[in-house]
């Protein structure tokens, strides 16, 4: 069964300075790889996805992430974050198109002014 | 368009009782799935509905149970409440279970279990 490790429970970081959030997910032959943000007393709200073709997945808000097959990562950057990037990021894994999704248990980005 | 709409919002329930959460997707969508969120475990998956029928199961004891109207309307059911329940209870929806295709989730449905 396809598991997600999110390796950082919680990430401080100075405001204007970058950020990596990082997410490894076990091995399958295929996978889609997705981050969610979720402000506080929020539903999520999906920041990117990665299903195929270019390994560098831009999203909304600045961000960005990078599919590595090799390392089996999805790690989430942000070159300069904002105070209202404050929130809890997840990472999710679907092994088939259809299947359902698997979610990380999350890391809570602080940022500090 | 209106977003994903869960009702109620909070819920306070006793060990032992049933509970049913409602969930109305956004117009047009008609896959919904319903997410368990807790402070130990995260995000679990509970089920998915598409077109009234369930499509893929989580790993939750059969006293959680679901079910998708004609509207695309959702319920889910928790029967015989345990303090463990306590959580809040997220529904997504999709225009089809392609994940190519964005889930949009709710507010929640905070459910605690005294």
């Known amino acids: 069964a396809q598991s997600v490790t999110q390796l950082d429970s919680q990430v401080p970081v100075f405001e204007e300075a970058p950020v990596e959030l990082r997410c490894n997910y076990s091995?399958?032959?295929?996978?889609?790889l997705f981050w969610y943000v979720q402000y506080p007393n929020q539903g999520l709200q999906l920041l990117l996805k990665?299903?195929?073709?270019?390994?560098l997945v831009k999203g909304i808000n600045g961000f960005e992430a990078e599919f590595n097959k090799s390392q089996t990562s999805f790690h989430l950057r942000k070159p300069s974050v904002h105070i209202s990037d404050t929130a809890e990021y997840f990472c999710a894994v679907s092994q088939n198109r259809d299947d359902k999704i698997i979610f990380g248990k999350g890391t809570r980005l602080h940022i500090l002014p | 368009k209106a977003g994903v709409t869960q009702t109620p919002r909070y819920l306070i329930k006793t060990r032992g009782q049933q509970v049913t959460l409602s969930c109305s997707p956004i117009?047009?969508?008609?896959?919904v799935s319903w997410y368990q969120q807790t402070p130990g475990q995260g995000l679990q998956f509970l089920f998915e509905?598409?077109?009234?029928?369930?499509?893929n199961k989580g790993n939750f004891p059969g006293r959680f149970s679901g079910r998708q109207f004609s509207n695309s309307r959702s319920e889910m059911n928790v029967s015989t409440l345990e303090l463990g329940d306590s959580a809040l209870y997220l529904c997504?929806?999709?225009?089809?279970?392609?994940?190519?295709?964005?889930?949009?989730f709710g507010p929640g449905t905070r459910l605690t279990v005294t």
């Open positions: 997504a929806s999709s225009w089809t279970r392609d994940r190519a295709y964005e889930q949009y």
């Open positions: 091995s399958s032959v295929s996978v889609y």
């Open positions: 117009s047009g969508h008609r896959s």
């Open positions: 509905y598409f077109s009234e029928t369930q499509r």
């Open positions: 990665y299903l195929s073709g270019s390994t």
